[in-house]
């Protein structure tokens, strides 16, 4: 059975702290892990990864994956007030068609 | 360009009750799926489509139904509806490749 864990579940930090949040994952036939955020709605997409060692960045977001560990990592610099969410990771076997599998949710709270 | 449409946003129903969340997607994706969302546990698939005419079981599908007969829409039915089905309900839609996009949400309660 495919499964993701993530820690840790929840995260308290000071405004311009970095945090590095974790996921990691057992699937059958892995084809990617996606990176999501979720505040009070719908998750919204940061990043996908497929190939290991490869860090992909979006300002002060960024994610590496590693195969052979079955892990990945989210870090986030400078942390503000506006990144206070929940964050998602979620693996995509190789069948495809979106059936993603989700973790816990990290709770990451960032205080002024 | 509206993305994943879901409605309504909240419903209440009482136990044995049946309704038809609505979800709808402009973006011509081949995929759609529903999952649901409860406290401490993530988000888990209940069914998915990989095209009109097409849908599958997730995780955790009983007491729902799915149909797609459009590549637009993918509508969700709770035919009795259970507290156990007491949820948030997200609908995504994507393609092969890429990243799944979400809808708003559904916050149902079954009392």
């Known amino acids: 059975e495919d499964k993701v864990v993530q820690s840790p579940l929840s995260l308290v930090v000071h405004e311009g702290d970095t945090v590095t949040l974790n996921c990691s994952y057992e699937?059958?036939?892995?084809?990617?892990l996606l990176w999501y955020k979720q505040e009070k709605k719908a998750p919204t997409f940061l990043f996908m990864l497929?190939?290991?060692?490869i860090e992909k960045k979006s300002g002060r977001l960024s994610s590496i994956l590693d195969k052979k560990e079955l892990f990945s990592i989210l870090n986030i610099t400078a942390t503000q007030t506006g990144d206070s969410a929940v964050y998602l990771c979620?693996?995509?076997?190789?069948?495809?068609?979106?059936?993603?599998?989700f973790g816990q949710g990290t709770r990451l709270t960032i205080n002024p | 360009n509206a993305g994943v449409t879901q409605t309504p946003k909240f419903q209440v129903l009482k136990t044995g009750q049946s309704m038809t969340l609505q979800c709808a997607q402009d973006?011509?994706?081949?995929?759609m799926s529903w999952y649901r969302q409860d406290p401490g546990m993530g988000l888990r698939l209940i069914h998915y489509?990989?095209?009109?005419?097409?849908?599958d079981q997730g995780e955790v599908p009983n007491g729902y139904n799915v149909s797609r007969s459009t590549t637009e829409d993918f509508p969700l039915r709770l035919l009795s509806a259970a507290p156990s089905q007491t949820s948030v309900y997200f609908c995504?839609?994507?393609?092969?490749?890429?990243?799944?996009?979400f809808g708003q949400g559904t916050r149902l309660t079954v009392v």
């Open positions: 995504a839609s994507g393609s092969w490749g890429r990243q799944a996009f």
């Open positions: 699937v059958t036939n892995f084809r990617s």
């Open positions: 497929t190939s290991s060692g």
């Open positions: 979620a693996v995509e076997g190789i069948q495809g068609a979106q059936k993603l599998v």
């Open positions: 973006m011509n994706h081949e995929y």
């Open positions: 489509s990989v095209g009109a005419g097409i849908t």
